[in-house]
Nanobody, 127 residues
């Protein structure tokens, strides 16, 4: 399993931007599809984005599409989540996740599709 460490969370005003990073170690990062999930207080963990091992496939749910962008740098074993036009409802703990890239490139994506998880980073958007 790959070890994942998120960073870049913080407090931002509505309409602002943040970029999250997730550094991977201990596994073959370039063979893994990477995802981001989030969990708001009192709610379940929900899918935010996924990127294939070579970056050719990306998918976002409607509630972040057009505002969030996932990217990766395989040379640095890092995946990113650029979040723009943030809203108070984006407030959550954001988690990075990894799965073996088996060539499946279609939704839906849920928790059970991923094997490794980071500890999360808090994102708070004030109104």
């Amino acid at each position: 399993q790959v070890e994942l460490v998120e960073s870049g969370g913080g407090l931002v005003q509505a309409g602002g931007s943040l970029r999250l990073s997730c550094a991977a170690s201990g596994g073959t990062f370039s063979s893994a599809a990477m995802g981001w999930f989030r969990q708001a207080p009192g709610k379940g963990r929900e899918f935010v984005a996924i990127i294939s091992r070579n970056g050719g496939y990306k998918y976002y749910p409607d509630y972040v599409k057009g505002r969030f962008t996932i990217s990766r740098d395989n040379a640095k074993n890092t995946v990113y989540l650029q979040m723009n036009s943030l809203k108070p409802e984006d407030t959550a703990v954001y988690y990075c996740a990894a799965r073996w890239d088996d060539g499946r490139y279609y939704p839906p994506w849920n928790l059970l599709d991923f094997d490794s998880w980071g500890q999360g980073t808090q994102v708070t958007v004030s109104s």
